[in-house]
């Protein structure tokens, strides 16, 4: 209105005077992050081919996966307290951080002056962990002590499952590997030196004393005294085992790395996110290669992830379990970009229908009935994200120590980019970029290598009409080269369909996806896949892996 001229240019002056005046305020208070504190470093503990036999192939409903979101940590705006109790969150439990340790140690003073728990500090983002029982002395303390940059809550980290609880479907049967860890990886139960030179920090329980171990590779720290004792407890021992067991009935894949044990989760498996980010700051200063994590929360938060990146910043790399909740959504901290996010498989890469899926999985490995070292000298099957996750960390090892122009992170890259394709064709929820392949990884640079190995079809039977069912037939590249041309021909029940490719590049999978459509009569309904892969212009190294038939039996509910 034009009446109104004089009062709206005093409003949009004070205007401009208030945004100068927040800028310049933000401008001051722009964070310094302070070094990550000092690890308190301990003393070491004495311590034409004929076609191979058609394999069944039953198919029956789909295990029934719950699938879930998990939620983003819950951060807090400024001098507001959080209420809501995200899942995974630990009642009463708060991180902050600050712009500086000034304002950090400024808060600390005040929060123990109103009688507040402080839990914990870290120097890396200059963060404080608190427990505030009373909402309204938590108020007081937002609204008297120094502006946090962010607040959040604080998760419950735990290993992703019972070790001894071998789950499995009805519907479904899956191999145990047992004491064939090495032979399923294709190394020599020889190669003693494997993972010679690598440090490898494994942040769960305690690792305990074992004949498998040998105690002059083990550095054992305790900075945050946790309880050992419970029936987890030996979780850790287990772990390790599966990288640098060297005897007493357990192989490990890299024996001769050096594991650095920091203990972040009680005996009974439960522990913190806040405790985990600061046991990953220590693992880096204390000079891990590796960092293996098979634990993990619902929720991350502002100081976890910026553990995470620092490690990532220091070329060291995070393996993580993705979970074993059979969820659609990958427990933290194998959720964040640039962690290596394992998932599990059985002895026949089959995927296991309680390791979580999620576009953060990266790779899959073993996790099914595997033996690992345990409590009282024990040797147990040890199961779930749990275990395929110090497989891949020995496996790391192992790369680093034969090939030094890698780094951790050029070697996780090696790994993804040499696993198997398997489930979907190419990258998927399940598998990540396929089943680890060790031996794949190790031959990279043997040039000159041609190999098209055709994959078990994988079925997918959600999403589909009743009696129907989409079959994917595909075959990657697993030489060392790339091959001009390539033909896939399969042949269901004499229905015959070719597809063909060129310049297919090492690691690339070709495929094709097919209907097939049942009578829907209530009987067991089978069909013949007869597959081949040809290479033109290129002869195959490994004529036996070319060619594959498949009975698919189909079972569908009467009509």
């Not at 910043?313 to 990958?330: C, E, K, R, S, Y």
């Not at 790994?415 to 998927?428: F, H, N, Q, V, Y």
């Amino acid at each position: 209105m034009r009446g109104s001229s004089d009062s709206a240019v005093i409003v949009s002056v004070f205007a401009a005077v208030v945004a100068v005046v927040w800028y310049a305020f933000v401008r001051l208070h722009t964070p310094t992050m302070d070094a990550p504190e000092p690890a308190h470093l301990p003393s070491v503990a004495a311590s034409g081919p004929a076609l191979p036999p058609a394999e069944p192939l039953a198919v029956q409903s789909a295990p029934e996966v719950v699938a879930a979101e998990v939620p983003a940590p819950a951060v807090s705006q400024v001098n507001v307290p959080v209420e809501a109790l995200p899942a995974g969150a630990i009642p009463d439990e708060f991180i902050f951080r600050f712009f500086s340790a000034a304002d950090r140690q400024a808060f600390v003073n005040l929060a123990r002056s109103l009688g507040l728990e402080v839990l914990g500090e870290m120097n890396l983002g200059n963060a404080v962990r608190l427990r505030a029982r009373d909402p309204a002395l938590l108020k007081r303390l937002l609204a008297e002590g120094p502006t946090p940059v962010d607040q959040g809550r604080n998760y419950y980290v735990r290993p992703p499952d019972d070790p001894l609880l071998v789950k499995q479907q009805p519907q479904e049967s899956y191999a145990a590997l047992g004491d064939r860890l090495l032979e399923w990886l294709g190394m020599d139960e020889h190669q003693a030196d494997a993972g010679r030179g690598v440090t490898i920090a494994v942040i769960d329980t305690a690792v305990g004393h074992h004949p498998a171990l040998q105690e002059g590779r083990l550095l054992r720290v305790d900075n945050y005294g946790v309880d050992p004792r419970g029936a987890m407890g030996a979780h850790g021992t287990a772990v390790a085992s599966l990288i640098a067991g060297d005897g007493a009935g357990v192989k490990g894949v890299a024996p001769d790395a050096r594991i650095l044990s920091i203990p972040v989760l009680s005996g009974d498996g439960l522990g913190d996110s806040f405790t985990l980010a600061q046991a990953i700051v220590d693992a880096v200063t204390m000079g891990a290669d590796i960092i293996n994590v098979s634990l993990g929360g619902q929720g991350g938060g502002p100081v976890l992830e910026q553990a995470v990146q620092h490690a990532l910043a220091n070329d060291v790399m995070i393996v993580a379990a993705a979970g074993n909740d059979a969820l659609n959504a990958v427990s933290y901290p194998a959720a964040y970009a640039g962690v290596l996010g394992v998932g599990a498989v059985d002895a026949d890469r089959k995927h296991l229908y309680f390791s979580n899926r999620g576009q953060a999985v990266d790779i899959a490995a073993p996790g099914y009935a595997v033996d690992a070292a345990w409590s009282d000298e024990q040797v147990v099957p040890f199961s779930g994200t749990s275990a395929s996750t110090p497989i891949v960390s020995g496996a790391l090892a192992a790369l680093l120590s034969r090939d030094r122009t890698l780094t951790p992170t050029t070697a996780a890259q090696l790994l993804i980019d040499t696993s198997d394709d398997a489930g979907l064709p190419g990258r998927d929820e399940e598998y990540g970029a396929g089943v680890l392949d060790l031996a794949r990884a190790e031959d990279h640079d043997n040039l000159g290598r041609y190999d098209m190995v055709l994959s078990p079809p994988y079925v997918k039977t959600e999403g589909q009409p009743a009696g129907t069912l989409r079959v994917f037939i595909y075959a990657q590249n697993r030489g060392t080269e790339p091959l001009r041309e390539v033909a896939l021909r399969v042949d269901i029940d004499g229905a015959v369909q070719e597809t063909s490719a060129s310049n297919v590049a090492v690691g690339q999978t070709i495929s094709q996806d097919r209907i097939i459509r049942a009578a829907g009569d209530g009987r067991p309904q089978t069909f013949v896949i007869n597959a081949e892969v040809i290479l033109v212009g290129a002869n195959d190294d490994t004529l036996g892996n070319n060619r594959r038939q498949t009975l698919l039996t189909v079972k569908t509910q009467p009509q």
